[in-house]
């Protein structure tokens, strides 16, 4: 496999504002040539350029506004960087979006976000860059998604699906493009923390990895062709070891998580019974 163009190359980071993105963008700047970075408000990366012009100032920044679960922008995004003759190399998508609710109370309006950003958004930026990088013969695809493909989450039903579609999405996407110079790669980190927030007791929980760090391990793995990244030593492991477990002791421990979730966290009505959650929320990484 030919190495990624990620050195003097264009990488496009979906969600660039904040979380892995935002860290992303901070390790590539030494390396690319340009960097486009999106959100939904470009104000929103305005911080994140000056950051990195004041230290490489010879590196191409492009805001883009784009709301990536409208195809409309999707495609006056895309179509705008051809028109000013921009190539995108490397493609991360890094939209995703999570949730905990019972499925039941669950808004239908944040069921189809989760739905657009978790599965639709990836699909058709990855159907929209991906000839064009074959047809190259050089270009890579970075999935940011979440360990929660591993799991049966109750409390987080849709997050989870989600999830497993990236992981299958990835994997098939390897195969298609075996030998033909793209990688394609799934990132799937468990909890994440950011640099100066704030911790319950003063403590940092074993498997909380810092953002910086998922990034770091998260380019690494892309750079040497990996299938899965699972940043964190400890958080690798438990990944490594959910499918030998059988399918009766995954739905065993997700009864547990089950019973842990709050009424609050759950936004359940007053009158239901209390149910006892997940360890932490989904994260969108």
């Avoid at 390396?31 to 929103?44: F, N, P, Y």
């Avoid at 490489?56 to 028109?83: K, M, N, R």
């Avoid at 380019?219 to 899965?228: I, K, M, P, S, V």
């Avoid at 979730?261 to 959650?277: G, K």
Wanted: proline share 7%; glycine share 10%.
């Amino acid at each position: 496999m030919r190495p990624l163009p990620i050195d003097h190359g264009t990488v496009l980071i979906i969600g660039a504002a904040k979380g892995i993105g935002r860290e992303l963008a901070r390790l590539l700047a030494r390396r690319v040539r340009t960097l486009v970075l999106v959100d939904r408000q470009a104000q929103a990366l305005e911080p994140l350029r000056e950051e990195l012009l004041l230290s490489y100032p010879t590196l191409g920044v492009i805001l883009e506004s784009c709301d990536v679960c409208d195809p409309q922008q999707v495609d006056a995004l895309l179509a705008s960087l051809e028109e000013h003759f921009v190539r995108v190399d490397v493609l991360v998508n890094n939209a995703a979006e999570g949730d905990q609710a019972l499925y039941a109370q669950e808004d239908w309006g944040r069921v189809e976000a989760m739905l657009r950003a978790n599965v639709w958004v990836p699909a058709l930026l990855t159907h929209r860059l991906l000839k064009p990088m074959l047809e190259r013969g050089r270009g890579g695809i970075l999935n940011i998604g979440s360990g929660a493909a591993q799991l049966i989450l109750p409390g987080s039903a849709t997050f989870s699906a989600t999830q497993r579609f990236l992981d299958g999405f990835t994997e098939a996407l390897r195969l298609e493009v075996e030998g033909r110079g793209v990688t394609v790669t799934r990132v799937a980190p468990g909890p994440l923390w950011e640099a100066g927030a704030e911790v319950a007791d003063g403590v940092e929980p074993f498997f909380h990895l810092s953002l910086e760090r998922c990034a770091r391990e998260a380019l690494a793995g892309f750079e040497r062709g990996e299938a899965q990244v699972y940043p964190g030593l400890g958080h690798r492991w438990v990944m490594r070891l959910l499918p030998m477990l059988p399918r009766g002791l995954k739905r065993t421990l997700g009864r547990m998580a089950l019973r842990g979730l709050t009424r609050e966290t759950l936004r359940l009505p007053q009158q239901a019974p209390q149910v006892l959650p997940a360890s932490s929320e989904p994260s969108p990484a």
